[in-house]
């Protein structure tokens, strides 16, 4: 897909002019580097799980291990309160933060395809060193070169889809990153039910497994076709050409190849990437795409179900394998969640699937607080009635993030960006996601200790104020070509009164309205 220029570049209208059809050699490019949520999604699910293993906590936590044990000697919420322990799960996250930087360069200089590989690269050896590991220290370095795998991943995916998809479905494209994620995260589920019968080394298992995902993702890239946008971007103009006649299945492609070209154009004159993005002109996309809806996606307290889901429904009072066992159904509804959005993110649009779920979220959340105040934490198990609900709701919560925030997390944040910034934006995107990841995962478990049930309340107030700065800010996305989403901010009740103070805007704004007319 051609890239945007916010204030220069694309003709405003002539992708009504693009021609193309759905290739096969379009599918199996998708296929391929979409699967680089996988990474990311089997990292989600199979932490989780080792986390709650008898074995695991007995080798590394054995602190942790014999207060589970004491069921009703103390506080339920605070069996797993151990700041080592969550360091094993945040650790990752942090790595995966520092990462993203160097994964810029790599992705601007290299390619996105060279980023998802070194990203394969570095999964591949992370999944053998936890496999293998005998202390602490080892599992902490395998969670290190994990993140740098996932930080590489979440950086070139992303921009991949959106870049290489027809405007007229880049959403459901985009989002079959979040679908492998899903996918990857159910897959680490159904493993974990299954090692943790496997005495005393099913753990190991699977986090050794992590290589299988990893190794297939690489040898996948191999025949993987870089985008257009790259390659014009390094100035392989013929080769781009062909690329986008083959994804496309058409040599009628001068429209699109021309907003290609003078979008890559536009993105030479601008200096300093980074800096660039503190523009008057660039504010919408970074208040929106850099800062604010990659931190909302983590603080929905989504991501501290999946880390920690087997752990919760122990702490409830479900057993070892029947808190496995939840956690498969969650990662079940994670999945249908991503269908349905899949389905529906280019007919209803951004903005709808925001809001519905937002109301379902805060919902889903207020239900599991009331519960857990009025019947959890005195060192009894909940009935099975009570613990239906609380699955029930929990469910809930899960399916509406799978077809909102999880998804169009990275989904619109990858439209916004202009192409001379879309590298870089897309670096502070995986950098801001990663920090609250890495944040929310040290800090959940202390929270439910502390906070008991409160803890679910701020996860709704959270939610309230998500859905606020959608209403508000996020103007819809839906159906526009990448190249002319900067056109919208000009046309927002409140964007178009800061993006007009920039006078380089005004000027690019008269220039592309001269090129229409003519």
Request: aromatic share 12%; hydrophobic share 50%; with cysteine.
């Amino acid at each position: 897909m051609a890239g945007g220029f916010a204030g220069g570049g694309a003709v405003p209208g002539r992708a009504e002019l693009y021609e193309g059809r759905i290739t096969g050699y379009f599918i199996l490019a998708c296929i391929v580097g979409s699967f680089g949520g996988s990474l990311f999604g089997y990292d989600l699910g199979v932490s989780s799980g080792v986390t709650s293993m008898d074995d695991f906590l007995k080798k590394f936590f054995p602190d942790v291990y014999h207060r589970k044990q004491a069921h009703l000697h103390e506080t339920d919420y605070c069996k797993y309160d151990n700041q080592v322990l969550t360091l094993f799960t945040s650790s990752l996250y942090f790595a995966g933060l520092v990462s993203t930087f160097g994964a810029s360069y790599v992705t601007k200089r290299r390619g996105r395809r060279a980023s998802i590989m070194v990203g394969a690269t570095s999964f591949f050896l992370g999944g053998a060193i936890n496999a293998a590991a005998v202390n602490i220290a080892m599992l902490i370095v395998g969670r290190v070169l994990l993140g740098v795998g996932i930080g590489f991943g979440n950086q070139a995916v992303p921009l991949y889809l959106s870049e290489i998809a027809p405007y007229r479905i880049r959403g459901a494209v985009n989002q079959l990153f979040q679908l492998t994620t899903c996918l990857g995260i159910l897959v680490a589920d159904i493993i974990n039910y299954f090692t943790d019968r496997l005495h005393p080394w099913g753990w190991r298992l699977s986090l050794g497994l992590a290589m299988g995902p990893a190794t297939a993702i690489f040898v996948g890239a191999l025949f993987l076709p870089e985008t257009p946008n790259s390659l014009v971007e390094r100035g392989h103009f013929e080769e781009a050409r062909r690329v986008l006649e083959k994804v496309r299945g058409t040599h009628k492609v001068d429209a699109e190849f021309e907003d290609l070209k003078q979008a890559s154009e536009a993105a030479r004159a601008v200096k300093g990437t980074f800096r660039n993005l503190l523009a008057v002109r660039n504010r919408p996309q970074l208040i929106i795409g850099a800062l604010g809806i990659p931190a909302f996606q983590q603080l929905s307290g989504m991501n501290s179900i999946l880390f920690y889901s087997p752990v919760i429904f122990q702490s409830l009072g479900f057993g070892s394998s029947a808190a496995l066992y939840s956690s498969i159904i969650t990662g079940s509804m994670l999945v249908v969640g991503a269908l349905i959005s899949m389905v529906t993110v280019d007919r209803l649009g951004r903005r709808f699937l925001f809001i519905e779920a937002g109301v379902q979220m805060i919902s889903s959340m207020v239900v599991v607080a009331v519960i857990l105040a009025l019947k959890f934490g005195h060192g009894e198990e909940l009935s099975k009635g009570v613990s239906t609900v609380l699955v029930v709701a929990i469910c809930l919560f899960v399916v509406a993030y799978g077809w909102s925030w999880g998804p169009l997390g990275w989904l619109v944040p990858s439209e916004l960006f202009p192409l001379e910034m879309r590298s870089a934006g897309q670096s502070v995107v995986v950098c801001v996601n990663l920090f609250w990841t890495a944040a929310v995962a040290q800090c959940f478990l202390a929270a439910l200790c502390h906070l008991r049930w409160g803890v679910f309340v701020l996860f709704a107030s959270l939610i309230v104020v998500m859905s606020i700065f959608v209403i508000l800010l996020l103007p819809e996305t839906k159906q526009v070509p990448i190249e002319e989403v900067w056109m919208l901010f000009d046309r927002h009740w409140y964007w178009k009164r800061v993006v007009r103070k920039d006078p380089k805007y005004q000027g690019n704004l008269h220039q592309q309205q001269e090129m229409a007319r003519a």
